[in-house]
């Protein structure tokens, strides 16, 4: 059993490795070096927030540190609000696309709750 666990830690550590060797070989390079989007982060949090508050109050505290850390990117992207920056319009086409993707994932994320709050029971 022991030389399973310790092949397995191997390879992780590898993998990591050469995930950690394509990041520093790209480093520099624009897609990956353009800085913080503090907007995403405040998205982020909000929705962190809105998933772990309701795993905090029904007792499942393995997955209530999503509420702090929720917290956390919530407030560090409202005071980075500043640094935001102007979103560009939309087409129509796009915009529409928008709208079915939210309204698909707000179904998603409510079938997902109402999932979650039967296996709670």
């Not at 399973?4 to 992780?12: K, R």
């Not at 319009?89 to 709208?99: D, G, N």
């Not at 698909?104 to 994320?109: D, K, T």
């Amino acid at each position: 059993m022991t030389g399973w666990v310790l092949i397995a830690i191997l390879g992780v550590a590898a993998l990591l490795g050469v995930v950690f060797a394509v990041l520093y070989k790209y480093r520099k390079n624009e897609y990956f070096n353009n800085g913080t989007d503090y907007r995403a982060l405040f998205w982020m949090g909000l929705v962190w927030i809105l998933f772990g508050f309701p795993m905090f109050l029904f007792g499942n505290y393995s997955l209530s540190g999503l509420f702090g850390i929720g917290v956390v990117f919530f407030i560090a992207g409202l005071a980075n609000r500043d640094k935001w920056g102007r979103r560009e319009k939309l087409s129509k086409k796009e915009q529409s696309r928008k709208v079915i993707a939210l309204a698909a994932g707000m179904v998603a994320l409510g079938l997902g709750i109402i999932v979650l709050l039967l296996f709670l029971r």
